[in-house]
């Protein structure tokens, strides 16, 4: 499941195609017809995924910077790499953040209740 949100398909069936532009997804699956926001808020979580994969990049790549060139840290060429990290990884890993989600909370749903289809329309 995990796979496929990964790979921006879809949770349920591994049907691509979810996104129309790169900013824009479908509201249900083109193979499988599973409803994606299935209540108001729901894109929270997608919104918690894409900061924490921003964040942990820059996070690793910023520590990584700095081992490598303590004592004397040059700021203007660290912040030449850590900017575009800040400003473009979040639109770049933006529809990413949303298909994880979706694997993540039929994930945990299905734990919840094997026999339930949480995927209905509320």
């Not at 945990?108 to 209905?120: K, S, V």
């Amino acid at each position: 499941m995990m796979t496929r949100g990964l790979t921006r398909r879809c949770a349920r069936c591994g049907h691509g195609r979810l996104f129309h532009g790169y900013f824009h997804m479908v509201d249900e699956c083109p193979g499988c017809d599973l409803h994606f926001e299935r209540e108001p808020g729901y894109w929270a979580g997608a919104l918690a995924i894409n900061i924490m994969a921003t964040g942990g990049l820059f996070a690793v790549v910023f520590v990584a910077l700095l081992a490598v060139t303590i004592p004397k840290v040059p700021v203007a060429p660290l912040l030449a790499v850590l900017v575009p990290i800040a400003v473009l990884g979040p639109i770049v890993y933006y529809p990413f953040s949303k298909t994880v989600w979706v694997a993540v909370d039929r994930a945990f749903l299905q734990r919840l209740d094997p026999n339930q289809r949480p995927d209905e329309r509320l």
